[in-house]
Nanobody
């Protein structure tokens, strides 16, 4: 059974940085697509970034492009989300997600098979 465990959330001032980690286990991830989504109170879950495990192709939401960077460490089966220039509107619970196959929609939550428990990111103004 695939398990995803996020870490690295916290409270940071506007303009600051955080790095989220997602440790994946229980599967062979070479064919997977990994993603980060976020959900603010009263809002729908929204796509943030995604990466194909094989080849490392990345995708970003327009709202985070140029500020966030998604990457992976094959040896550690871990995906990272480096978040710089944080804004109060980035405040949300951030979820790591995994899709068994890299093809398909990378920006829709329905396109992912496994989810982590989420980690809170709070950006103060």
């Amino acid at each position: 059974q695939v398990q995803l465990v996020e870490s690295g959330g916290g409270l940071v001032q506007a303009g600051g940085s955080l790095r989220l980690s997602c440790a994946a286990s229980g599967g062979t991830f070479s064919s997977y697509r990994m993603g980060w989504f976020r959900q603010a109170p009263g809002k729908e879950r929204e796509f943030v970034a995604a990466i194909r495990w094989s080849g490392g192709t990345t995708y970003y939401a327009d709202s985070v492009k140029g500020r966030f960077t998604i990457s992976r460490d094959n040896a550690k089966n871990t995906v990272y989300l480096q978040m710089n220039g944080l804004k109060p509107e980035d405040t949300a619970v951030y979820y790591c997600a995994a899709a068994r196959y890299a093809s398909g929609s990378y920006s829709r939550a329905a396109g992912y098979d496994y989810w982590g428990q989420g980690t809170q990111v709070t950006v103060s103004s």
